[in-house]
């Protein structure tokens, strides 16, 4: 992103406003809709159709809010707080957190090729993937998510928040008024009954040790890893991370378009529906090889149209 394409403006209030372009169609409000299912509970909100959160950013905390422009082509980010000052390096992050370097026309028109994705492609031709603030809060996210609802997830989020995370003291959003568990914060806290298995709990923690050891370098703000191979590699070693979690991670926080969480059972279950025949998981990979290099859309595709049906927050 170019920086005459940015709009940057601050004030003696503290607070800056960026203006992030996109290529429409953008679907604005299926972005909404899948952050607001998965929002931290007390760390982010979707309200009044934008999306907030408490940040921290080198070192200087603020409050994100991130809206669709009424009449362009672009979202308006605005920063509050001392975040602010660094308002223009975080505009790539934001661009990648909210899928604007996406090329639609690109995207659909080759997935539109496959007959099973040309009525989904049609139905919603901006559809996008979200990405995370963190890469850490989305693996964090993904082992509380292993077997339960995408509810029972957030409910047990909020948990985690309120035991490892930090108030934040006279903060103007109170729907955004915590930070986060740190990585060292939530391998040490007392975990006792918050609502999980005792090995998951295990693994949320060792996995929580492990970057906050350095052992597993994942960067707490979302970004691609230099070496992506080695990363997947560091992840799938550690104790109740599998190849689901790990492609969810990529797919979300790395932006690799081509990943493909295979093991998703609402992904399975749309494949299955659309050929009987294929169980397999090798089966239902070879079908996918048709999609590659934007499988990630493809996954998105589905299960889009699964939580349309079910109007609910279904699926990733």
Known sequence: MSTAARHATANAAASATLELPFKAPYDWPRVLRFFAGRASPGVEAVEDGAYRRAIEWQGAAGTLTVRRHARKHCLVATIEGAASQHANTLAPHLAKMFDLGANPAEISGHLARDPWLKPLVEAVPGLRVPGAWSGFELVVRAIVGQQVSVKAATTIIGRLVTRAGQRIDDHPHEGTAWRFPTPAALASADLEKIGMPGKRVAALQGFAQA????????????????DPAALRAALLALPGIGPWTVEYVAMR???????????????????IARDAAL???????????????????????FWNEVTDRANGARGG
């Open 279 to 301: 169980t397999r998981p090798a089966a239902q990979r070879a079908r996918t090889e048709a999609w590659r290099p934007w499988r990630a859309y493809a996954a998105m595709h």
């Open 211 to 226: 970057v906050a050891s350095g052992a597993v370098p994942l960067d707490a703000a979302s970004a691609a890893p230099a």
């Open 253 to 271: 926080a790395w932006r690799d378009a081509d990943a493909w969480p295979h093991a998703d059972l609402v992904l399975m279950q749309s494949i």
